[in-house]
């Protein structure tokens, strides 16, 4: 006598198949063998603090590949320490220069390029990683709030290509460096890309950094220096952990990602791969563009159907209920909603948090999305 599956036990099931495939993931990138695709090359990476950050992962694999010397940069210096032991520990043959301040001060960068010139007479990339992620909706956003958003997220871009394209320029023939020329990576988002996918000073930045990609490179035309952007979808880092943790305190992380085509989120070590092939010379023939590492979620993003988060009625389609942050018991819904067709319920998050009675499940992120056909 079969045993007929219940959602959940589906559910459970998928996601510890998502697991298994990221530790996979993870366990090949650590384990991979050195090719050198970043020989003699000097670096720059900002925003590099996070134990599960993008730029930490960045940082051990640029190390990896033979990078000669990296510029770590974070506003926060309590980890920069164990970051440039580890470094230093598992390739003795990379030069490691720590350096606590902000990606987003015009001195900092600045000192940071030149430096790099006084110590290797070279800089060939510079990857602008630092960024950070805001909560709220429209009405509680505030004019500081919007402006530090966009100073740590778009004005550090902006410095990293100033600056960094200045220094890249310069040929040094005695240092292995024939002519100028080399690689900027500006860290988006797929906020940056569609609406829908995070709150709007955050969007609003990063859709700057995508922008001032595709201007910069030709701006910078001729010069042998190109400027991409890459835009990740939901990752696993120490920005979004609380995401991560309430969904899995909930039990409701198998949901983590469901509207991806992949099925899953990514980890920053599938961003560190883009960042290298961007860094390289295997992609010296791209240049100006947004690179969406995403799964494939921005190939057909999923318009949310609410149209308001704040104290105005909710819409949207199927049956269900609706959080909008404010309550006392988050789990439960304040109001209700019920339409009958399409039947299908698309639940998408801001700051508040949505509860489908039909999925049973809540979301906690501007990128995690649930979607369950009624049936």
């Known amino acids: 006598m079969s045993v007929k599956k219940t959602s959940a036990n589906v559910s459970n099931e998928l996601y510890q198949k998502t697991l298994s495939r990221i530790e996979r993931i993870q366990s090949q990138l650590k ?7 970043l020989l003699n090359k000097v670096c720059i990476i900002t925003g590099v603090g996070s134990f599960k950050g993008i730029g930490r992962a960045t940082a051990l694999l640029f ?9 770590l940069l974070d506003y926060d210096g309590k980890n920069l320490p164990d970051l440039k032991k580890t470094i230093e520990e598992l390739y003795h043959d990379v030069r490691i220069t720590v350096i606590q301040g902000d990606a987003s001060d015009e001195d900092t960068i600045k000192n940071v390029c030149k430096q790099a010139i006084l110590d290797e007479g070279r800089l060939d990339v510079f990857f602008a990683n630092a960024g950070i992620v805001s909560l709220g909706n429209m009405d509680d956003l505030t004019e500081d709030i919007f402006m530090k958003t966009m100073k740590v997220n778009a004005l550090s871009a902006f410095l990293a290509i100033k600056y960094a394209s200045a220094e890249m320029k310069k040929a040094n023939v005695s240092v292995g460096k024939p002519e100028g020329g080399g690689s900027i990576i500006l860290t988006a988002s797929v906020a940056g890309l569609r609406s829908g996918a995070g709150t709007l000073e955050y969007s609003a930045s990063k859709a700057a950094v995508n922008n001032m990609t595709q201007t910069a490179a030709y701006q910078l035309a001729r010069t042998n220096i190109r400027v991409n952007s890459i835009c990740p979808g939901l990752i696993e880092t120490g920005m ?5 943790q ?11 990602g469901q509207l991806n085509p992949l099925g899953r989120y990514g980890v920053a070590e599938e961003i560190a791969q883009a960042a290298l092939f961007l860094a390289s010379d295997q992609s010296s023939y791209v240049n100006a563009q947004n690179i969406a590492v995403d799964g494939g979620l921005s190939g057909s993003h999923p318009i949310v159907p609410v149209s308001s988060f704040g104290s105005q009625s909710a819409q949207t389609y199927g049956n269900g209920n609706i959080c909008r942050g404010n309550c006392a018991k988050p789990s439960e819904p304040t109001s209700s909603f019920s339409m009958s067709s399409p039947k299908k319920v698309i639940t998408s998050i801001f700051s508040c948090i949505q509860w489908a009675t039909t999925t049973k499940a809540c979301a906690t992120n501007s990128l995690v999305y649930e979607m369950k056909i009624d049936d």
Not at 31 to 37: E, F, I, N, V
């Open 31 to 37: 384990t991979s063998q050195r090719t050198g695709l």
């Open 240 to 244: 979004t952990s609380n995401v991560f």
């Open 246 to 256: 309430m969904a899995r305190q909930r039990g409701t992380a198998s949901k983590i």
């Open 63 to 71: 190390a990896h590949e033979g990078a000669k010397h990296l510029y």
